[in-house]
């Protein structure tokens, strides 16, 4: 299967150092999973829906029989995690960052990272609506949520909202 665009650019966005504790957010079916262990970070993948934790599962069992990948069905922001346990987080084409209230995901994501840790909220080139409606509300909730320093980056690969949790 090859890689899309938007999720190889992500990922090198994100760039996943080897023994860093990375958060995805939305793995679908599980390609930015084996672009991020394979860079020997250690992965946790969380969605909502079973469907695509399977696919997430089955394409990287190898990374999960290593150690690398965790996979979790879950809402984001049922999660508990243990504060300050990851040094990045990040999702490609999760829409709940900007269609609603995500003040609680937000507070997740920022509690499970540690201080200086990585926030990337991306999405690909072309969508439904126009990216300045995309950037202007996320780039609201990250700032609401105590991120710290938001960067817009949008390139032909993808749209990216970047912060590191203060």
Do not use: K, Y
Not at 8 to 19: H, I, N, T, Y
Not at 23 to 51: F, K, M, N, T
């Amino acid at each position: 299967m090859p890689v899309p665009e938007r999720v190889a650019w992500a990922v090198d966005l994100l760039d996943p150092r080897a023994g860093e504790r990375i958060l995805e957010v939305g793995p679908g079916p599980g390609v930015a999973a084996d672009l991020v262990c394979r860079r020997g970070a250690r992965l946790l993948a969380v969605d909502r829906s079973a469907v695509a934790t399977d696919r997430t599962l089955r394409r990287n069992a190898d990374h999960v029989a290593a150690g690398l990948l965790e996979v979790r069905t879950a809402e984001l922001a049922a999660l508990d995690l243990p504060p300050g346990s990851f040094d990045a987080a990040f999702s490609v084409n999760v829409n709940v960052f900007w269609t609603r209230s995500a003040d609680r995901e937000l507070a997740v994501l920022r509690d499970a990272l540690r201080p200086g840790g990585r926030l990337h909220v991306c999405f690909g080139p072309a969508g439904p609506q126009p990216p300045a409606r995309i950037t202007a509300a996320v780039g609201g909730a990250l700032r609401a949520a105590g991120f710290d320093d938001v960067v817009v980056r949008s390139e032909p690969a993808g749209l990216a909202l970047s912060s590191r949790r203060p």
